[in-house]
């Protein structure tokens, strides 16, 4: 019964791959957000979406496109990777402002 | 754009009170400022949340001054598991209501 689940844990590829990262809730939240943790563990939020609505849009690159399907999944889709996206990327969600539950990570890593 | 500071790390032994200051400035006025904890290979995990003065829960006390310039996340008589990364979270001043930026995190290593 885990909350906020992501997959895969890791990810490794070759510079220039397209992947995806998927993300799922079931605590019934409205808001979910990626974030991205990079080897200073500097934990920096990329998007936030509410009710599928995309809500915050950092200075990410268009690269990276996040899709929420629906309120319970937010899916982070990463085109041409480069060396500089590796990191650890974590999914998160929240009703209440601030108090968010977030998924074990995704680790990738970037050749 | 609201600025976070967190000492790096910090030592504690077994059983002490620990105490851990973010000065945040220009953070949103109406946003709860939060803590969470961060074990190795994990997501982090809510600890405490609070607007002003002193909130307490079963883990840790959190106390913010007036001015919300800073807050201090106490934790009473920590053990070997309480070795973590402890960020603190709040709003943006100048997106309020939107853009949450956490602090650079404190790592926190409690010996026997």
């Known amino acids: 019964d885990t909350a906020v689940s992501q997959t895969p844990k890791y990810l490794v590829t070759q510079m220039g791959n397209d992947k995806s990262i998927k993300c799922e809730q079931n605590?019934?939240?409205?808001?979910m957000y990626w974030y991205k943790q990079d080897s200073k563990k500097f934990l920096k939020i990329m998007f936030s979406?509410?009710?599928?609505?995309?809500?915050i849009n950092e200075t990410v690159p268009n690269r990276f496109s996040p899709k929420s399907p629906d309120k319970a999944h937010l899916n982070l889709h990463i085109n041409s990777l480069e060396l500089g996206d590796s990191a650890v990327y974590f999914c998160?969600?929240?009703?209440?402002?601030?108090?968010?539950?977030f998924g074990p990570g995704t680790r990738l890593t970037v050749l | 754009l609201a600025k976070t500071t967190q000492p790096i790390s910090m030592d504690s032994y077994e059983g002490q009170e620990v105490n851990i200051t973010c000065s945040h400035n220009?953070?949103?006025?109406?946003?709860?400022i939060t803590w969470y904890q961060q074990f190795p290979s994990q997501g982090p995990r809510f600890i405490i949340q609070?607007?002003?003065t002193k909130v307490t829960n079963e883990v840790a006390s959190l106390f913010i001054p007036a001015d919300r310039k800073s807050s201090t996340l106490s934790l009473p008589r920590v053990s070997l598991s309480d070795t973590a990364v402890y960020y603190c979270?709040?709003?943006?001043?100048?997106?309020?209501?939107?853009?949450?930026?956490f602090g650079q995190g404190t790592e926190l290593s409690v010996k026997p």
């Open positions: 220009n953070i949103a006025t109406n946003d709860y």
């Open positions: 979406y509410n009710n599928k609505e995309l809500i």
């Open positions: 605590l019934g939240h409205d808001t």
């Open positions: 609070g607007y002003k």
């Open positions: 979270l709040v709003g943006d001043g100048d997106n309020q209501g939107g853009k949450l930026i």
């Open positions: 998160a969600s929240s009703q209440v402002a601030d108090t968010q539950y």
